[in-house]
């Protein structure tokens, strides 16, 4: 067993890391080639793939820790089938909550708004970052790096660009069906102005993001090149940028959320259920966060970009989900007349039309008096109106 491991790990190695495996056997208590101490001691394994890092190209990084870890017979961790999962059954359930609504909306009220049109393409653009998992799960999202074969590792990285440019204009979308539904329910003067700058800055925020996302390397091929370190490029500090960006995506969610809580005061909708929908959208957000600053500083990306990806269609179905939510009461109200028959939601209301004039009495002809003046005739309009 010694030898065949010896042989295996002197055979394969390129030059660069079979030095680091000697100069950690050296500086440990295993004699030269005494591969079994070598594998059986931790510390020296670390060793000598931290060593293979410093020494060797990024290819021969990689197969040289994949060698090194298979010869020992460590087990890789997989967290492959996560994401297709969480892509599959949340993808579902926004198109579900969509399909709803454009049937609540279009069979029910019998109207079409900016908000539902928007949700459609929110959807749209929602839906490429769900399936991306599928393919990306196939070239190894969601494994070790050094386990995949180095064309999955482009074609990897090809999809996951695809995938960030899908998800700012969803995040940007939604919001914007959010606001557009606002202005459809709320009539207030003062609040529309308030709406409508949140819309733009909404619209300049999501395109500048996607703009970012796309460009973010130049060439913008150097960013599923650039692992290789073969190709010549440069790319932005996505932690810095990670950080910026959720951190405004944070403050516009929380403030298009609390928009509306003075014109829903008046309203028979609880603060914990606004409350509810804050929480989860922010939570999810800071998630997010969290997983693409640990994706960035990590050079094992296919798998330290798993949770970026699964937290990034959480928040985009999350999201799409929650805005089509005030549909559920109509909905439900024919099945379930006790829960729903006597509240008011907001997928109810629509600016109400001034109430009816009420028109006096018609007399009869000879209850009419001659007006013989136009001063009077004005007198009687001013009255009336």
Not at 40 to 53: H, P
Not at 250 to 265: F, N, Q, T
Not at 284 to 312: G, H
Not at 341 to 346: D, L, M, R, V
Request: aromatic letters at 10%.
């Amino acid at each position: 067993m010694n030898s065949t491991m010896s042989e295996a790990l002197s055979s394969d190695l390129p030059a660069c890391a079979w030095s680091c495996v000697a100069q950690a056997l050296s500086a440990s208590a295993c004699t030269a080639m005494d591969t079994s101490c070598f594998c059986k001691n931790a510390t020296v394994v670390d060793s000598a793939i931290g060593c293979y890092s410093l020494s060797c190209l990024p290819k021969q990084i990689l197969y040289s820790t994949n060698t090194t870890r298979s010869a020992c017979g460590i087990p890789e961790a997989n967290q492959k089938d996560l994401t297709p999962a969480l892509a599959g059954a949340l993808g579902m359930l926004a198109v579900l909550m969509v399909a709803l609504r454009m049937g609540q909306r279009i069979f029910m009220k019998k109207s079409f708004g900016w908000d539902d049109g928007l949700i459609l393409m929110a959807l749209a653009c929602a839906l490429p970052l769900n399936i991306m998992a599928f393919p990306m799960q196939k070239y190894g999202l969601g494994t070790n790096i050094w386990t995949i074969p180095f064309p999955h590792i482009t074609k990897q990285l090809k999809l996951l660009l695809i995938a960030e440019v899908c998800y700012m204009p969803a995040e940007a979308l939604t919001q914007l069906s959010f606001l557009a539904f606002y202005l459809r329910i709320f009539p207030l003067t003062n609040f529309r102005y308030v709406v409508y700058t949140m819309a733009a800055i909404s619209i300049c925020f999501g395109v500048s993001n996607t703009l970012v996302m796309i460009f973010q390397c130049t060439p913008v091929s150097y960013f599923w090149t650039s692992w290789t370190g073969e190709t010549s490029g440069t790319c932005i500090k996505i932690s810095d940028f990670s950080w910026y960006r959720a951190a405004m995506q944070i403050a516009m969610d929380l403030s298009i959320i609390a928009l509306p809580i003075w014109p829903l005061s008046k309203l028979c909708l609880s603060l914990r259920k606004k409350s509810f929908v804050l929480l989860i959208i922010t939570v999810v957000s800071c998630l997010r966060l969290q997983s693409l600053v640990r994706f960035s500083k990590s050079t094992n990306i296919s798998m330290e970009d798993n949770p970026a990806i699964y937290w990034s269609m959480v928040e985009c179905d999350v999201a799409i989900v929650c805005a089509c939510m005030p549909c559920l009461p109509s909905l439900l109200r024919p099945i379930f007349p006790t829960c729903f028959g006597t509240h008011h939601y907001a997928s109810d209301i629509e600016p109400t039309p001034p109430p009816p004039m009420r028109l006096d009495r018609i007399k009869k002809i000879n209850e009419f008096s001659v007006l013989s003046t136009t001063i009077s005739e004005d007198a009687l309009m001013q009255n009336r109106m």
